[in-house]
DNA sequence: CTGTTAGCGCATTCAT
DNA sequence: ATGAATGCGCTAACAG
């Protein structure tokens, strides 16, 4: 019922290996036997058994996307951007969701490789920075990329200088007129609360900013987490007149406090996030906030995984560009 | 390196068909063959090989989940979901977004299954109502479980009475005092969109209010069409002083422009939506809405497709119990 | 540039 | 209740 190589080859009038070469694009096979090929399996609607494929080639021609965020959002885009790269290779993708906190994490990867076998895996923060898992990772031999990661100059996949987008961001507000700029941080876990952390205290120095320490409060990348920020900042005697949401749920938990207690943004309070996920543009005020291509993160990830697999060309760490996305959120410091 | 079935047979002492009864838990073993099987899989930490199995059984041990839906939140539960069923199933998932505005869309599902030979696909609205799909996916004789499809009672999957639903909140605006309530529709392709018109239409009825086809307009189940349909209420000559939004994003886009005019929600307007999205609890105001259990019908639906595939419990539809989030977004009709 | 010959690791007859 | 033989559809050496 199904076409099988064999059918191809017979069609085509030429063996089955040949048949092989021109579906795994290798040398060595004329122009004119390639098309008389293709003919054949386009007729035949020729499509190669993955089980077969894999069982044969020991690949399993399958990549995995081990994930642990509370981020929807961010999971789905970087899933379209694998997809993507994968399809182009003609790859299948397995999804991993982890729960990181959870002592085991590290024995569900190893049963998702003894079970699947993925030839390589894109690791999405926190785990892109999970030393014990990396470690294992490194010990079975098993190819990785990463998107995010803390430590960005070794390795292969995809990362964005958080640090300088962020940096610039608030240099852009200080620039507005603000003074006292407060930060709600990430979670511990991840390399992003480091450098976002960071990317602020070079702004404010830029500025000529002295940081005054009480107004970076803990956070962890949620919603939740920007409303108790914001209270704490917002309670104090003399209280930021803008305030930087670690992501954009963070500072979306800021608006909101901010709406609760009937202060006006921008004219009372600036507020900034990062990622500009598709909430940033849907709240009122929409929010400024740097946007991080988490789509195209993903598809280069898998791509430079794809590429290391293959041999071809070397893979490498790629660096993205970051984009500034000021919208209603900042404005001038408030008068008086 | 890695244990096969024969290394598994050789230390246990019997054949690899008797190792091979044990993994697949087929009927004719002695329990004590059972447990030496058992024992020395363990020891040799034996995994079977997902390739090998599928291409020698003729079955892939996967499952497909087909979508084309703009919101990554509803897309990201229902995966876990089936995620869920997955894993205890011992089963794998494909994901295959689809563009189901463009042709070839049913060819693209086509070279799916060819390919990964998935033992069956769980589809997601629209995908659910198109039908030259469906009859395609007849003819090659896959079997696919539905979420929320337009025709619930055929077929095996999940659903939620939407409609009843829909009357259900409606009624209870109503009961706020309301009288003139406005509805921005969803997209034309989705059965979501009929069943919430029609449980619109039903609560008015029970609330002794006659439907003013003015107020109900078209939109997509879009921020954007939110935004659009309320410009569109918001200027008429007798505004309505509530507006359903046919999902949460259209709400979302309500209070947007809302927001954007000085009203204040729910003072001079209130708004409601549908699904329960993480967004709805995390503007200002909280959307009123309608909780549906996405992780929940995802499970479900894979579950008993799971089922089917077995040959287990005879699988059915399965109705899922749904249950109003009455928050800050709605409130008494403005008096005057 | 192309074809031939062996398996990949397992499920599946059919024996026993 | 258990085992031996056959082949799933393809890739991987090696020949030509």
């Known amino acids: ?197 960071a990317g602020y205290l070079d702004g404010l120095r830029r500025s000529g900013i002295e940081a005054d320490p009480e107004l970076v409060v803990e956070g962890e990348f949620s919603f939740e987490s920007g409303i108790a920020g914001a209270r704490r900042l917002l309670d104090m005697d003399d209280p930021p007149t803008a305030i930087f949401g670690a992501n954009d749920d963070t500072a979306c938990g800021v608006l909101y406090e901010a709406a609760a207690r009937g202060l006006k943004v921008p004219e009372h309070l600036s507020v900034f996030g990062f990622d500009d996920t598709p909430m940033s543009r849907q709240v009122w005020p929409s929010l400024s906030t740097v946007r991080q291509p988490s789509r195209e993160m993903g598809r280069i990830a898998a791509q430079q995984l794809l590429n290391a697999i293959a041999g071809h060309d070397p893979a490498r760490m790629v660096r993205v560009p970051y984009q500034l996305q000021i919208r209603h959120s900042t404005g001038p410091v408030p008068q008086g």
Chains 1, 2 share one sequence.
């Open 1 to 197: 019922m199904r076409a099988r190589i064999e059918d191809v080859a017979a069609a085509a009038g030429v063996s089955i290996k040949t048949v092989s070469r021109v579906f795994n694009r290798e040398p060595n096979v004329r122009e004119e036997t390639r098309l008389k090929v293709e003919e054949a399996a386009r007729q035949l609607k020729y499509r190669p058994n993955s089980s077969a494929r894999s069982l044969a080639g020991r690949r399993s021609y399958l990549i995995s996307l081990l994930y642990d965020n509370p981020s929807p959002n961010y999971v789905m885009e970087v899933i379209e951007g694998v997809l993507a790269a994968c399809e182009q290779a003609h790859y299948g993708l397995t999804l991993r969701p982890i729960d990181f906190s959870r002592r085991g994490h590290v024995e569900s990867v190893e049963t998702l490789i003894a079970q699947y076998r993925p030839d390589g895996l894109v690791l999405t923060p926190p785990l892109t920075d999970d030393g014990p898992l990396l470690r294992r990772l490194r010990e079975m031999d098993v190819r990785y990329a990463t998107i995010s990661a803390k430590r960005d100059n070794a390795g292969i996949g995809a990362t964005l200088d958080e640090r300088a987008a962020v940096a610039d961001m608030t240099a852009h507000v200080a620039s507005l007129g603000h003074r006292r700029i407060g930060h709600i941080t990430g979670h511990r876990s991840h390399g992003a609360r480091v450098w976002r952390l």
